[in-house]
C-alpha cells in the first residue's frame, strides 16, 4: 500500500504543470461605449418592455432621443436597435 502511494506521489510529480496565468474572457456585452447609457441606469419599464420583447438578449446600452429611449442590440444579432418610450410602450425596431 505504501508502494502504491509512492508511485501515485511519482506520477504526480513527474506530470505536474505549473499553472499559467489567467486571461480574461471578453464576451462582447456591457456597456463599453461611454455614449450609451448603461442598461442598469436604464427606466424599470423601459428595462421590462425589452425583456419582454427579446427575452433571451443582453444590451450593450441605449441612447435617450427625446423622450424615447434607443436601445443597442449586441453586435452579430438580428436586429440593431429598438426604440422604446419612457413610459415602456414599444415603438420600432431596426
Do not use: C, Q
Amino acid at each position: 500500500m505504501i508502494f502504491i502511494g509512492l508511485i501515485n506521489l511519482a506520477l504526480g510529480l513527474a506530470s505536474y504543470k505549473a499553472p499559467t496565468e489567467p486571461t480574461r474572457i471578453d464576451v462582447g456585452v456591457g456597456a463599453t461605449d461611454p455614449d450609451l447609457i448603461p442598461p442598469g441606469a436604464l427606466p424599470v419599464n423601459v428595462v421590462r418592455a425589452f425583456v419582454t420583447k427579446y427575452p433571451h438578449t443582453i444590451s450593450r446600452g441605449a441612447t435617450k432621443s427625446g423622450d424615447n429611449f434607443v436601445i443597442v442590440f449586441p453586435t452579430g444579432s438580428p436586429h440593431r436597435h429598438a426604440t422604446f418610450t419612457s413610459a415602456g410602450a414599444f415603438v420600432g425596431e431596426d
